[in-house]
């Protein structure tokens, strides 16, 4: 039976860490719902880790959909979340309906969009017309322009102040999950505690509700730097469903990430 969001959300209400990996193919799909993931996420970090490309702008919709129907037919019970791209949701709430009823047609169980307070009134449309949002903020790749590279947020009191409007503001619209991504692990902590919604960190400490990584980082094969925020867990496991199956155990433990994981 596939999870849905009243059982993500009782699985939160228990105090359980929830896992979530990004996952954009039938194969992985299976591999990483068998090891124990409740959420996969089709991000549009697809761009960069299957397209080649150096950021997530140039995705499209129709290749979103694409990757959405393939994960959808591996996928038996995970949630599976999908990556609204750029240009799609920073758009007219209708229009931003009409994109995100795409990917829910393809498959995905609810959409993700970047962007806190500014996209409250697409997030309440969106809601209020049955379509589940999971609100992104903290590092907003699609936004690496005007913010100047992929850089840690929410460092000084204004900025962090302006996060935790932002998730409030998310989930006063309706949005029934919340992404964190580079931000300092207090303030992590800080909006987790002031939020009735699951936070789920990549790269905002311990102290989320739960956790995401890229797969491609998590298995270290992305070449190049990688952020703070990644453990390479093929290191010391013999498949990749071994590799998946720690990082579901260390998520659940609270032992990952560790100090050296956050900012
Ligand atoms: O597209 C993506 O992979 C993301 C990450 C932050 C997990 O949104």
Redesign the pocket.
């Given at each position: 039976m596939t999870m849905n969001l009243s059982q993500i959300r009782s699985l939160y209400e228990k105090g359980e860490k929830l896992t979530?990996l990004?996952c954009y193919d039938a194969t992985f799909a299976q591999v990483l719902e068998q090891a124990g993931v409740e959420i996969l996420?089709?991000?549009?970090?697809?761009?960069m880790?299957l397209q080649g490309h150096n950021s997530?702008l140039p995705v499209t919709l129709d290749q979103m959909a694409y990757h959405v129907e393939c994960v959808a037919r591996g996928a038996k019970q995970a949630f599976i979340v999908a990556?609204m791209p750029f240009g799609t949701s920073q758009v007219n709430p209708e229009k931003t309906f009409e994109n995100a009823a795409r990917l829910m047609a393809a498959g995905a169980h609810m959409v993700?969009l970047?962007g806190g307070e500014v996209m409250a009134d697409t997030i309440a449309f969106l809601t209020q017309r049955g379509i589940p949002v999971f609100a992104?903020i903290g590092?907003t790749?699609q936004s690496v322009n005007q913010l100047g590279g992929y850089r840690v947020q929410g460092k000084d009191n204004k900025a962090a102040q302006q996060l935790l409007r932002d998730a409030h503001a998310v989930e006063q619209a309706g949005a029934g999950m919340l992404?964190l991504?580079a931000i300092p692990a207090t303030l992590g902590a800080e909006i987790t505690a002031n939020v009735n919604i699951p936070t789920i960190g990549?790269g905002a400490g311990k102290d989320c509700s739960g956790q995401?990584?890229?797969l491609h980082d998590m298995l270290d094969i992305y070449p190049g730097k990688k952020p703070r925020f990644v453990k390479n867990f093929m290191a010391g496991s013999a498949s990749i469903a071994e590799a998946v199956g720690k990082y579901v155990k260390e998520v659940k433990a609270g032992s990952f990430p560790a100090a050296e994981h956050c900012f």
């Open positions: 979530t990004t996420l089709v991000g549009d970090s697809l761009g880790v997530t990556d993700k970047e992104h590092l790749p992404l991504e990549i995401v990584l890229v």
